[in-house]
């Protein structure tokens, strides 16, 4: 609520307009993710909803905001855990198959969401400052 | 099979995009266009007549499934696809930064 | 069949204006148009999944495509090497026209797939109670295929990375 008054971004109404919308994004990248194998849906496209929506968070608010919600550390530790997980489901899988939460229905779509959605936003990211530099060296 | 023969016109247009024109980021369009083009070849070949798509349902009336592994191969296309538009634009965008315009003619004379 | 030849024409025609608009703002959103008229073609062949796909990728590859090109708008020149550049694309579509007439021949004709390979899959689906047979595909049958699409992705966030890299800057205001 405070980020509206500032004067960085978009306008009052692009900026109320993504306050409400965003945690909705977010729900509908979690549900294409996990319902992916009772329709269509998956991991990848999930993920792209979810780095989507951080993508609408700077394109209405600027950078700073963006980047005071989602730390960079947080982005690498997250993208991390979420390899490590992978690599134990390969090597290790059949500790899995007893527990239903981690059967590899829902596993291996959540880290690849996880993956995609920071790894796309990282790359957002890169672009957006590198064409900001470029603006400030002419 | 006019159906094929307009999706090789769509893949023509591509070629003569990223062959004929001198703008990089047309270039990279035109990639994208023949990226377009080889996905709906895939899936075009898959496609049967009145069948429907490969999901399982309790009430299933139509037996028949469009063939499924055309489709899962396009799944990853799509993605390399998509890595491929983001890893030409960022040298797209460096070039540009290091040389002031998009002419690939230019680019070639200030170099020497 | 008459809805997939009007949207592939729809295609053909967005793609033209693509490759020959002046403006490359213009010439971009019209690669968007392209996109999205091949989720609706992707609709119109039953395949949902890839449907989402498409439109989810053609959104976020459109969103950086403008992010490239804004503030950028050159004019856009044709002249110069016009023999060679002319020639060029003839030869390679004679080359590539006379490959995909090889390939025609031996395809099967439009709506009636050989599904060899295909009923294996689906009899394997229908044995492990999952309904989307294309997500069975990826996550059971061919699991190797998943794990080389997120390595390249990958590959592609540390090439981006490495390319976007300031060089002699302090790296405090970057991710």
Redesign the interface.
Known sequence: MKYIREDKGMTLIVKSVTRLTLGFILLYGIY?TLN??????????GG??V??SF?HIM?AFGKEVA?KRLR?WL?RVSIGIA?LI?LYV?VIRSSFVSCPVFS??VI??LC?MV??GG??F??????????K???D?E | MTVYILCLILFSIGLYCVVRKRNLIKIIIGIGIMDYAVNLFFVLIGYREGGRSPIFASDQVIDKMVDPLPQSLVLTSIVIGLAITLLLVAIAIRIYEKYGTFDITKINKLKG | MVEIHLLILFMIAAAVIAVQAKDLLSSVIAIGAVGIGLSMVFLALKAPDLAIMQLVVEILSLIILIRATIRKDLPFSVSGRWFFNTSSVVLFLIVFLTAANLALKKTSSFGSPAMGTANIYIEGAKSLKVANVVASITLHFRALDTLGEVTILFTTIVGVLAIARKVGHEKADRS
Not at chain 1, 122 to 131: E, H
């Open positions: 294409i992916g194998h009772a329709g269509p849906g998956g991991g990848f496209a792209v909803i780095a989507l993508v394109l980047l960079a982005l390899a992978f390969a590899t229905e291996i779509p690849e993956i995609v790894g796309l990282a790359i957002f990211i890169a672009l957006v400052l590198l064409s530099g470029d603006k060296a």
